[in-house]
């Protein structure tokens, strides 16, 4: 997949209360399926006291991104009123690689499954608001490990593509690269020529 595409660019959460009831959204973007799903259950841990804790997420499930895998869960609220209403905003909004949480605190007044809808719809367009969207590119996590003596050249040229990476230095040098998928191949290609193939890619 190397089509670039919306997601937000910041974990975020938005707050607000609906006739007693508490909504809290909480929005990530996420690489992958099952950093979605960590997502999911780590708010719902941190928020064990809920009554309920509503998931939603649209991520690129495949390597080439062709297969866009949507889920979302009522979570005990009734049928259609929760986790579809999330989904939806965030469908609507183009968004991929991006996970949502609304967690309730019942305050005691039936909002009825149109109620229910507005409120969780406005939970996750609030909380996106907060996150901020982005055009990302597709990346992937590349480990470079080089001897000290090439560091500064591989160095170099990470600093000159503008790509976030973080370095450590032990006997071997190894840096750990976010680099954009379309770009991969030409930038393996650089470093392995600029060190005379004395770098190891993983």
Partial sequence: MSRAYRTV???ASAEFVVQG?????????V???DAADDFVDAVSEEYADATHNVPAYRVRADADGEFLREYSSDAGEPSGSAGKPALNVLAQQDLENCAVV????????NLGV???VRAYSRAVKEAVDAAGVVEERPHEQ??????YDDSGTVRSILESEGYEFDADYQTEVTFDVRVPLAESEGVRDRLRSATSGRVTLE
């Fill in 9 to 11: 660019a910041d974990p």
């Fill in 21 to 29: 009831s508490e909504f809290i959204g909480h929005v990530r973007p």
């Fill in 31 to 33: 690489d992958t399926v």
């Fill in 102 to 109: 609304v967690t309730r605190y019942y305050g005691g007044t």
């Fill in 114 to 116: 149109g109620g229910l």
């Fill in 142 to 147: 590349v480990t470079i490990t080089v001897a």
